[in-house]
Every structure is written in structure tokens, then in C-alpha cells.
């Protein structure tokens, strides 16, 4: 199926640094979701964005939606060890289904 | 709030055996739950669909008569896996949908393992 296409795949960063990772398609979607998964859960909701060039922050997460509502991005500032974990983006055309990246795993070196 | 819960968080049974995964939304009601299914290293693969009181949507390629899905309440969804085999051992994460937005909030998923 059709899926987002989701950057880096994976970070190697240094605690303390900034980090930033992003979602394009060719489609236009309606909401863009941003979810981080640990290992053996489920996914759990960061942000939600439901207008094209919305700016949202959730403590040190920041994501937007892009203009052209074809790609949205995630910034996580002063990463901290707990950041570890692999991210997903999602879009939503209203049809409720959502079409999901491939992840973005995050590795934090001490 | 929007919390989803999932029972059991793991499950190990034999060839052939069924194994039921409920999904319930403990904070809202969902009208439109999902289940997906996720291998290692791999993002989420969506299953079905299911809406309260109908029957669900398979994608493409999931047996419904493998998987069987009930929506019986606004915060209830059952998977059922009939007739399990070890290639059924994966990890399998329900979402719930509170409606209005594509917004889904996901459990914690369950991992079963089929001898």
C-alpha cells in the first residue's frame, strides 16, 4: 500500500543536540499525525496537525504542516536519552484510514 | 485522556488454536476502531477496519475469515485469530478513532507467538 516517504531512517545523535526528520508525498493530506513508538508498545500520539502551515510545539517537539499539505516535519529540541525510540509520521484524508512512514529511528549516544 | 488499552500484552499458544486480542477505548467512545499488525523493523500494516455494529473492513490480502474482527460496543473490538500458525507470530496494535479527525490513538498492542 501507499506509504509516506519518511527522513532519515535512522539518527545517530549526541545527547543534548537537535534533531529533525520529515515526511513528503505526492498526495495531498488533510491531517499529518506524529506518533513515537518504544519497543514492544504501541505508537502514542505527539502531535496532531490539522491545517496547512499549522505550527504546533508539545514541550520540546515542534511540527508543521506544509503549505502544500504534502509534507510535514518534526524538530525535537535538547534531546534528551528518553527521545530514543522510532518515529512515525501519518497523514489522514478524512477517510479516517491513515497512511504511515516508514519510521525514523533515533539513537542517542551518551 | 484518549486512552486504548489492549488484553493480553502477550500471548504463546499452539498450532491451531484460536486467540482472541480485545481492544477497548477506556476514555472515549470510538466509532471507528482499527487493527494492524507490525513485523520487526517494519512500520505498521493496517488489517481492518471496524465501525460499531458493522461488519469490518479487510485490506487487501487479510483473510476475514482468518481474523476475525467484532465491533460490538463504542468502546469494544475483538480480533479473533483462528486456526493460529507460527507465520500468524507477529506484534498486533488496535487504534481507536474518537470521529471528526483521522486522529487514532493506539494501544499497547499484543505480541503473540504461535508454536
Known amino acids: 500500500g501507499q506509504q509516506l516517504n519518511q527522513s532519515p531512517q535512522s539518527m545517530f545523535i549526541q545527547e543534548g543536540e537537535d534533531v529533525s526528520m520529515n515526511c513528503t508525498s505526492s498526495s495531498i493530506f488533510n491531517t499529518w499525525l506524529w506518533y513515537k513508538q518504544d519497543p514492544g508498545e504501541g505508537p502514542v500520539l505527539l502531535i496532531a496537525l490539522y491545517k496547512a502551515g499549522e505550527l504546533t510545539s508539545n514541550g520540546r517537539l515542534t511540527a508543521q504542516f506544509g503549505i502544500t499539505r504534502k509534507d510535514s516535519f518534526l524538530n525535537i529540541s535538547a534531546s534528551i536519552p528518553s527521545d530514543v525510540g522510532i518515529y512515525f509520521c501519518a497523514g489522514g484524508k478524512g477517510a479516517q484510514k491513515l497512511v504511515f512512514g516508514q519510521g525514523t529511528r533515533l539513537t542517542i549516544n551518551p | 485522556g484518549a486512552v486504548v488499552s489492549q488484553h493480553p500484552s502477550w500471548v504463546i499458544c499452539k498450532s491451531g488454536t484460536s486467540v482472541k486480542i480485545e481492544c477497548r477505548s477506556l476514555d472515549f467512545q470510538a466509532t471507528t476502531m482499527f487493527w494492524y499488525r507490525q513485523f520487526p523493523k517494519q512500520s505498521l500494516m493496517l488489517m481492518a477496519t471496524?465501525?460499531?455494529?458493522?461488519?469490518?473492513?479487510?485490506e487487501q490480502g487479510v483473510e476475514k475469515d482468518k481474523f476475525l474482527i467484532n465491533h460490538a460496543s463504542l468502546t469494544l473490538s475483538t480480533l479473533t485469530v483462528t486456526s493460529a500458525h507460527p507465520e500468524d507470530s507477529s506484534f498486533y496494535i488496535c487504534?481507536?478513532?474518537?470521529?471528526?479527525?483521522?486522529?487514532?490513538?493506539f494501544g499497547p498492542g499484543t505480541r503473540l507467538t504461535v508454536l
Open positions: 471496524s465501525n460499531e455494529g458493522s461488519k469490518a473492513t479487510y
Open positions: 487504534s481507536a478513532s474518537p470521529g471528526g479527525t483521522d486522529t487514532q490513538y
